[in-house]
């Protein structure tokens, strides 16, 4: 077989701009991949950068590795033809640190015309802006797409008192070059516009679909309980068949990914949030599983023994935790764990472990750290609250709640809860923005911080890390595909208004 056949040729250019803007590359020679880069609107992307480390992955086989000169135009990487390839590209200082890195979208290599292929190339360990929504938003829900795009739906811009909700229809923003869709660049999806929410989910799932699940309405109306999105059809369709009286629509609710697991396909949970009970609002335990590979609810009928609404569902080894809340009498305690078929109270083991949190919360974060789940922040509905608390699912010596010490913080840490948050690996959580309440008033916050959990023991530290340009809390994110974390829209003050935000951010997180 001769080498045209057997071999693609990667060719990256150099040339680097703000997102958004016209971004030049090589003209590739046939079966050839040029990469077009593009950088956050506020980062020098290339400060530092001596080297540049080109590795292409392809399945079953070694990983590709080239290096050179931070001024090369264009890299030979020898990548087979074939599918499911995929291109990272990394920034290293002459200290050999990653300062900045960037993946593509899976691709496949044919012989034909040239592939060109959009990269997010930013600094590591640093935020960086991108341009900004079409419509500023909150209470809002996103899914992540295999190639880069992001499904952002629903949510309300602010308004004065008298004047109508602005309610807002769904976008596509495409983090690859940091642009929202504007019916050229990036195409909007086909939407019935009938269709407004707040309070709903976005789950992704199998085949570039989304899961929308609940929500309400304008006039507090609770919306129809599913919706999917195919990306690859541009459409939304609504979810055929399940009882509606075992289907209940319903806001405030949670749901996770449970990820295929042997003879498990993959599924989405969902559980608790309030229904519609004759004209009124009333909580509600029941749980749900929505098969992704038939689209249709597989079981309708598991209960929590905690009733909640605006609590947390996590999965973490094939468990899922439900923590925190708010139930008929108060702020829910105690924690409750799916496993396969049902939901059951946690059984605490070793010292110190407790089936519940000790400071019942809303608005916290909970995140995967160290195979378990670390609850972070929150309100108790007066004050925010510090607290962290760590949830031990899996066998052996612990298992259970446990406090989590707290052995150090930097000048600047705040008590928060609707911060942005999100897992940096197995042992830190980054935590930024948010709100801090000291029961007379709500102080938005603009300040960034890392929580590093000791590997021994249930002990970590706040660690500053630096600012934000601006305050911003309850935004929505989601984990891309690269590994980086996006934040979009949410709440901001300026002066005296509280303001819907457009604003997207994404952090790359250290590598």
Known sequence: MSRARTIAWVAATMAITACGEEVR????????????LHSPLDQDVFRDVAVLRLVARVPGADPVIREGDAAQASFDLPVPLGPGRRVEIFGIDIAGRVVASGA?????????????????????????????????????????????RVLVFGGVGEHAEADPVPWRTPEIYDTRIGRGCDGATVVCPSYPVSDLRIGHTATAIQNDRVLIFGGEGPA????????????????????????????????????????ANGDERERVLIAGGEVDAGGRRQLTGNGLVFDTQTEAFVLTNLALSHPRKEHTLTVVGGRALVAGGSGATGLVAEVEVFEGSGFAAAVPVGEGARSGLRRP??????????GGVLILGGSDGLLSLDDPE???GEGGARRGVFDVRVDGSGPDHRRRSGALAG?????????AGGVESDGFGLAHLDRLEMFDLAQDGPAGSFIDGGSLPENLAFASSVTLGNGMLLFCGGWTRDK????????????????
């Open 390 to 392: 760590w949830f031990a």
């Open 361 to 370: 919360r809303v608005g916290h974060s909970a995140v995967p750290a160290l």
């Open 25 to 36: 590359h090589l003209p590739g020679r046939q079966g050839s991949v040029a990469l077009r």
């Open 220 to 259: 507090g109306i609770l919306s129809p309980p599913a919706l999917v999105f195919d990306a690859r059809a541009g459409q939304f369709r609504e979810v055929a068949g399940g009882n509606p009286h075992r289907v209940l629509a319903r806001a405030g609710h949670a749901a996770a990914l449970l990820p």
């Open 423 to 431: 897992g940096l690996g197995e042992q830190a959580v980054l935590f």
């Open 104 to 148: 593509s979208e899976e691709f496949d290599i044919e012989e034909g015309a040239p592939l060109s292929l959009d990269v997010l190339f930013a600094r590591t360990g640093e935020f960086g802006r991108l341009m900004p929504l079409g419509q500023a938003r909150a209470g809002h829900a996103l899914g992540a797409l295999s190639d880069g």
């Open 496 to 511: 005296d208004r509280i303001l819907a935000s457009d604003e997207v951010w994404i952090y790359n997180p250290p590598r």
